[in-house]
């Protein structure tokens, strides 16, 4: 694609150049300026290339992601920008079967088994960290080399309630 830039300006010009239907990746894109730069002082035409930007204009899939989008008319907000807020709790992970992440508290003895649940407890995240298969250690390591009786006296720690500066307690 031929482009041709001509004027006069006392600071830096940038151009942006749209190239459609690039080849398959590697592929080259070469800059040619065709008069010489100039070797005085009283003219400064040195070309550089700055950068380049690709954008992928493709229908996007984000297996496992939770995404959400907005399209709203500006009118209705005034031309005011839209603030849209999201309390997000996280991923369900597994959990001990007698433990309630609600309430952060433990009932009976515990069996051994596991129930998905959210928790934010360090102790079951790190559980599910180091077990799960796709973005864990899942592949590597077995449940087996995981001590869930440890993490389960950490949990039990990380539950307990500590003043939380106001007045009140928070686990």
Known sequence: KDVTINGKTTSQ???????????PRPFNIR???????????QLQNKTLWSSYTEIID???CY????????????????????TVNYHIRGRIIQVPSNYDPE??????????????????NPAWCLWDMLTHPRY?????????DVDKWALYAIGQYCDQTVPD??????P
């Not at 010009?13 to 080849?23: E, K, M, R, T, Y």
């Not at 010489?36 to 002082?41: F, L």
């Not at 297996?63 to 839209?82: R, S």
Request: hydrophobic content about 35%; overall charge negative.
């Open 13 to 23: 010009f940038l151009a942006s150049v749209i190239l459609d239907n690039l080849p």
């Open 31 to 41: 800059m040619v300026r065709e008069t010489a730069d100039s070797t005085t002082d």
């Open 58 to 60: 493709v229908k996007q």
């Open 63 to 82: 297996p496992n992601t939770a995404i959400v989008g907005l399209q709203v008319d500006a009118e209705q907000f005034g031309g005011q920008q839209m």
């Open 103 to 120: 309430k952060r508290t433990y009932s009976g003895i515990w069996d051994g088994s596991l129930k998905p649940a959210y928790s934010n």
């Open 136 to 144: 864990g250690m899942g592949k590597r390591l077995g449940a087996a």
């Open 165 to 170: 500066g106001f007045g009140g307690t928070e």
